[in-house]
């Protein structure tokens, strides 16, 4: 009898992090600016006063931060690479930065030799402030596309040996609506916050997605083309979208608004990325001219770009409730209000330390169908975590015991759980967000999504009670007993394995 809540005996997991919110270090050996160096350096500050410069020294201390996820029994690691730390300037003709490179070879190295897999994403939002000087970054399609792809040469030509596992862009819907419709990320751009002198909120936002878009095919067509057959690793995307539900059930148009929500949020790109498929038919008709075209050169392209794994970042849920009036011009969510509760004044979810996120396990599970059945991928969890009400305001020994962030995991590992067993997704992966505390992009450092607590006036790391209990809850799940019997199976594949460090 399958336990309800196992997991398979090979599914994989560990936890995430991305380079500026870690790394610091910013001006050591030879790194270049990116636009989030300038955007947390900005008069009167856009970022809570917080900025990257040292962060959780990361870049100092990666070993002190491998040895942690040693102990914490993660199989996998997935990191980003700052761009501008490799190729200072950015460009396709711009010199290599041999010390940028030297040091993701020995954090590769370090984690090879402890028995953790290196997931690497390419762009985790920190694009050279060069290139934004120069053609206007993701603004410029077809300069940005050249950029992006030399700089995945360069990651697959130095890196490739080790790292088989590709990410090529994190969340391109944050990336294009924060950076360019509300302007709360770099590099705040729009025309509907008051804190930002530049940018237009009801088209930049679609022209940085389809660089993105096109970005991301370059990079694994590359792949595909000139290095799949002898590095022979797998190259896929994370996106992230929230699920949405109705915000009155009985009312179709709330269904649609949902159903519309979600295409806005994930489809825009899913359509292009997974289907070779243009945009869905709801952005088509809401936003008219203003939603790039894709040539038949273009669809030729996404075509060869096929992807081997979808990436799914997932943090929450909301409902979605229709709006009875045109679009305006600088609407990007389909027309729909967005609510944490509903007609019946039912919360979608618990509260967490973060205004945004309630704990949504239920829909978890929903998204993980709906996105299986819909893109037909198997699915790596790339990020999926949250801070503990309070948590921001908590000493560390508070801090540590963080028993609302263990019943997140616990019951979005149920979740998952179900997708497989009883709703036949395929999903083989989860990575926690985010093995430290670190610095939340716009919140600045208040609010800690870390199983370890970062002090950062000292910058000593703790562990939290969650990092041991996710280790436990993997183990059970994906059972000794399951572990046994695969064995049995096909004992030559696991003895190929390495041991895995223990806590
Ligand atoms: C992701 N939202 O961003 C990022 O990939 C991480 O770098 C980040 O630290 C993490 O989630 C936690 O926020 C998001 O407002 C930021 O819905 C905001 C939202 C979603 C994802």
């Known amino acids: 009898m399958p336990i309800p809540n196992q997991l398979p005996h090979d599914f994989e997991w560990g936890f995430a992090t991305a380079a500026y919110q870690i790394e610091g270090a910013v001006d050591k050996d030879g790194r270049g600016k990116s636009i989030w160096d300038t955007f947390c350096h900005l008069e009167p500050s856009r970022t809570k006063g917080a900025n990257g410069d040292i962060a959780c020294d990361h870049y100092n201390r990666y070993e002190e931060d491998l040895d ?45 030799a402890r028995g953790v897999t290196p997931w690497v ?37 130095r890196f490739g040996d080790r790292v088989k596992n590709w990410i090529t862009l994190n969340e391109p819907w944050i990336v294009s609506i924060f950076g360019y419709a509300t302007g709360i990320n770099a590099p705040g751009r729009s025309s509907i916050n008051k804190d930002a ?5 009801s088209t930049e936002p679609w022209i940085v997605g389809k660089s993105l878009i096109m970005s991301h095919a370059r990079a694994v067509r590359l792949y595909n083309r000139e290095f799949r057959a002898s590095q022979k690793g797998v190259i896929g995307i994370s996106l992230n979208g929230d699920y949405y539900e109705p915000w009155n ?12 929500r979600m295409q806005f949020h994930i489809g825009w790109f899913a359509n292009p990325i997974l289907l070779a498929k243009d945009y869905p038919e709801c952005m088509r008709e ?31 849920a909301q409902f979605a409730r229709h709006r009875s009036g045109p679009p305006s011009e600088t609407d990007f969510l389909g027309n729909v209000d967005e609510l944490q509760e509903n007609s019946d004044g039912v919360s979608i979810g618990e509260r967490s330390g973060v205004h945004w996120l309630r704990s949504c396990p239920d829909k978890f599970r929903k998204h993980l169908t709906r996105i299986y059945r819909l893109y037909q991928k198997p699915i790596y969890v790339t990020e999926n975590g949250c801070p503990c009400p309070g948590e921001d305001k908590m000493t560390r020994d508070e801090a540590v015991r963080d028993t609302y962030r263990i019943k997140y995991f616990e019951t979005h590992l149920d979740a998952i759980a179900q ?21 939340e992009w716009s919140d600045g450092f208040g609010v800690r999504f870390g199983v370890t607590y970062t002090d950062y006036d000292t910058l000593e790391r ?33 003895q190929s394995e390495s041991p895995k460090p223990r806590m």
């Open 68 to 112: 942690l996820l040693s102990a914490y029994g993660a199989q996998a690691y997935r990191f980003s690479i700052s761009w501008s730390r490799v190729i200072p300037l950015g460009g396709r003709n711009d010199p290599v930065n041999e010390a940028g490179i030297a040091f993701y070879n020995r954090l590769i190295d370090s984690l090879i």
């Open 121 to 157: 994403t390419l762009y985790h939002w920190d694009l050279p402030q060069a290139l934004h000087d120069r053609y206007g970054g993701w603004l410029n399609v077809e300069e940005s596309q050249q950029d992006f792809e030399r700089y995945a040469r360069l990651c697959f030509e």
């Open 197 to 201: 002198s530049e940018g237009d909120t």
């Open 249 to 260: 059930a009985e009312d179709d148009r709330d269904k649609a608004a949902a159903e519309r």
């Open 286 to 316: 809401q936003l008219g001219e203003r939603l790039p075209q894709f040539s038949a050169d273009e669809f030729s392209l996404l075509r060869e770009a096929e992807v081997d794994f979808y990436g799914m970042n997932y943090y929450t």
């Open 419 to 439: 997708a497989i067993n009883q709703d036949a997704a395929v999903v083989k992966g989860y990575f926690a967000w985010s093995l430290l505390d670190n610095l």
């Open 462 to 494: 703790t562990p939290k009670l969650s990092a041991r209990v996710l280790k436990q809850l993997f183990e059970e799940r994906m059972g000794r007993q399951a572990q046994k019997l695969c064995q049995e199976q096909d004992s030559r594949a696991y």
